[in-house]
């Protein structure tokens, strides 16, 4: 029953992972960009959701109503103001902006916030859990998992089902016939990176209820956001939370074997997944 209980639990934190992965996912399905400082962005919205609960007085969720469209809005004027410069041929230059990015992310937040570790506050919601057949499951887990398979389903109708998905997968496809049938691919990349950075602030606000936080740990959620996205498969959303619920599986069995080995059992499932199947296990086909 031990061994079923860490399994359970590796999947509900799994479903947090995808919520780091998704945006990645997103982002280099539409733009082939790899973003250094999406981890950072992620703890810069754990922040806002801090300041706003704090300063409104109101619960993280609730939080969420000013933080989403803060994130949206300067993931817009990030990419339309900066990154669409750096795109092209050439990988290194987004890398290297999104690099400095990163910097001026972690130290602003330092600046600001100084390091001491901070938390939501969630309420009874953090300590509430449920038992399933000798199974005891945190309410905030479960409750992450259910709204990491929400935000992919809406993603994957977003991308397949409306307008501006076709809009996505014509600029990824080839972005000068795009452009020719009337594609402003400047904004489409913009609503893209919007759309990367709401979910960012999902992300963010739930890995802080769920635990602390301090400016320098945006580099540990960005690797397994990577991982998961490339476990899954690059580009391919509903890879990207299989890849999550395998990365925080391996981590909890990990943790059951050496409660030192969490982190390394996380690295070695994903560099097996890498030795068989490089694409990863899902790698996205174009519609």
Same mark, same amino acid.
């Given at each position: 029953?031990?061994?079923?209980?860490?399994?359970?639990?590796?999947?509900?934190?799994?479903?947090?992972?995808?919520?780091?992965?998704?945006?990645?996912?997103?982002?280099?399905?539409?733009?082939?960009?790899?973003?250094?400082?999406?981890?950072?962005?992620?703890?810069? $919205?754990?922040?806002? /959701? @801090?300041?706003?609960?704090?300063?409104? &007085? %109101?619960?993280?969720? +609730? =939080? #969420?109503? !000013? *933080?989403?469209?803060?994130?949206?809005?300067?993931?817009?004027?990030?990419?339309?103001?900066?990154?669409?410069?750096?795109?092209?041929?050439?990988?290194?230059?987004?890398?290297?902006?999104?690099?400095?990015?990163?910097?001026?992310?972690?130290?602003?937040?330092?600046?600001?916030?100084?390091?001491?570790?901070?938390?939501?506050?969630?309420?009874?919601?953090?300590?509430?859990?449920?038992?399933?057949?000798?199974?005891?499951?945190?309410?905030?887990?479960?409750?992450?998992?259910?709204?990491?398979?929400?935000?992919?389903?809406?993603?994957?109708?977003?991308?397949?089902?409306?307008?501006?998905?076709?809009?996505?997968?014509?600029?990824?496809?080839?972005?000068?016939? $795009?452009?020719?049938? /009337? @594609?402003?691919?400047?904004?489409?990349? &913009? %609503?893209?990176?919007? +759309? =990367? #950075?709401? !979910? *960012?602030?999902?992300?963010?606000?739930?890995?802080?209820?769920?635990?602390?936080?301090?400016?320098?740990?945006?580099?540990?959620?960005?690797?397994?956001?990577?991982?998961?996205?490339?476990?899954?498969?690059?580009?391919?959303?509903?890879?990207?939370?299989?890849?999550?619920?395998?990365?925080?599986?391996?981590?909890?069995?990990?943790?059951?074997?050496?409660?030192?080995?969490?982190?390394?059992?996380?690295?070695?499932?994903?560099?097996?997944?890498?030795?068989?199947?490089?694409?990863?296990?899902?790698?996205?086909?174009?519609?």
């Amino acid at each position: 029953m031990d061994w079923i209980n860490a399994i359970t639990q590796g999947v509900l934190l799994g479903g947090l992972y995808a919520l780091f992965a998704a945006g990645l996912s997103l982002i280099f399905g539409v733009m082939r960009l790899v973003n250094i400082a999406h981890g950072d962005l992620i703890i810069l $919205a754990a922040y806002l /959701g @801090l300041s706003t609960s704090v300063m409104l &007085g %109101v619960h993280p969720f +609730l =939080a #969420l109503l !000013v *933080v989403i469209p803060v994130m949206a809005g300067l993931g817009y004027l990030l990419q339309r103001g900066v990154l669409n410069q750096t795109l092209g041929p050439d990988i290194l230059p987004p890398l290297l902006v999104t690099f400095g990015l990163s910097v001026i992310i972690q130290n602003a937040l330092l600046e600001t916030y100084t390091a001491d570790p901070q938390k939501l506050a969630g309420g009874a919601i953090e300590t509430a859990s449920i038992n399933v057949g000798g199974i005891t499951m945190g309410v905030l887990p479960i409750l992450t998992f259910v709204i990491a398979l929400a935000v992919i389903a809406g993603l994957q109708f977003i991308f397949y089902r409306t307008a501006l998905g076709r809009g996505f997968r014509a600029v990824s496809d080839n972005q000068d016939i $795009a452009q020719l049938m /009337g @594609l402003h691919k400047a904004h489409v990349f &913009g %609503v893209a990176m919007a +759309l =990367a #950075l709401a !979910v *960012v602030a999902i992300a963010g606000i739930l890995l802080g209820m769920r635990t602390s936080f301090d400016p320098a740990i945006g580099g540990g959620r960005l690797i397994f956001g990577f991982e998961a996205v490339i476990i899954g498969g690059l580009g391919n959303l509903w890879g990207t939370l299989i890849g999550g619920v395998i990365l925080g599986v391996a981590q909890t069995i990990g943790a059951k074997i050496d409660p030192g080995f969490q982190l390394l059992a996380g690295h070695i499932a994903f560099l097996l997944v890498l030795a068989i199947r490089p694409n990863g296990l899902f790698p996205r086909v174009n519609h």
